[in-house]
């Protein structure tokens, strides 16, 4: 009997250390799954600091000029082969806007800040002085106070204008050659410092020529249509700068031209596809496109936005919409036939 409690006693404490045995199996195991769980997490936390950069872009309003140089900055980005993610914020011609987009950007700690338009890059500049900031579609980044001079850029943006040197002169000697002694209708938001600079140069400009200017502000675009109709009765000719506030309503100044019969002379080519009769204008794909390849380098680590001057576009040339200049009563001019032309949207 004492035997059989033997064996038993045996066979009880045989089947208890097996248990205990498997159960250290069982623990030893958890490391395995822990080394498993953060070779995954360095592998995650390496695709994440790979060479994909996020950019914020800024616009001020939406308008064809301002989407093309947008388009281009993209296209420049996607030709240099870089992994980019974009955060678009339109700020819909609200101040109050811009200064948000740009702070949530530096809240985000993005890589790049694309500001497309002066109050944007104002905007950008104005929250921080650590992520790189590129711009475009701004006239003058001097005298916006953006950069001290155009080959001395700021620690952290520079970019490309948009107005070429030349090109609101040779504009104001477009109209006085064929449309002398004109009285010229200027449309503006005052609030807009790019647009100040303009009409600074083309009355500037005027000096010594046959024109005239007459001018009107606006500080929205629902003030527009009114304001052109205003200066409908005074004027021989329409200039409409390349001006965010009334280029975002064109199609209504567009209307009273054509009602009034005035030759309607924009900015850039993008207004003429609404509706606009000339201009001697750049393409904004363009210098979207080389702000774009600015960025490029940066990201790239090549240089840094101190080390690159800001640029002028390459180019200018005289673009005319033939059906406008027949619906505003314009008499064709031979001049004329050697111009770049662009037909009404």
Known sequence: MKKWLQLLLIAVISILVLAACGGDGG????????????????????????????IGATQIVEHPSLDAAYEGFQAALEDAGLDVEFAYQN????????????????AEDVDLIFANSTPSALGALNATKDIPILFTSVTDAVDA????????????????????????AKTVEFIDQYFPDSEVGLLYNAGEQNSVTQIEAVQAAGEGTSLTFAER?????????????????DVDVLYIITDNTVVSAL???????NEQQIPLIVGEPDSLAKGGFA???????TIGYRTGEMAAEILSGEKTAGEIDVE?????QLYINKEAAEAQ??????????AEFIETE
């Open 329 to 338: 009563g314009i008499e064709w001019n031979e001049d004329w036939d050697d």
């Open 312 to 316: 002028y576009p390459p180019e200018i």
């Open 91 to 106: 700020a819909q011609n609200d101040q109050n806007n811009v200064k948000t987009i740009s702070d949530n950007f530096v």
């Open 217 to 233: 502000t606006v500080a929205n675009s629902s003030e527009v249509q009114q304001a052109a109709q205003s200066l409908a009765g």
């Open 251 to 257: 199609d209504t100044v567009v209307g009273v031209a």
């Open 27 to 54: 623990a030893s195991s958890e490391p395995e799954e822990e080394t498993t769980d953060s070779e995954k997490a360095n592998e995650e936390e390496a695709t994440e600091s790979g060479d994909t950069f996020k």
């Open 279 to 285: 201009t001697f204008g750049i393409d904004y794909f």
């Open 145 to 168: 106070g953006l950069v001290e001079a155009m080959d001395e850029p700021g620690d952290n943006i520079t970019g490309v204008v948009d107005l070429h040197p030349d090109g609101i």
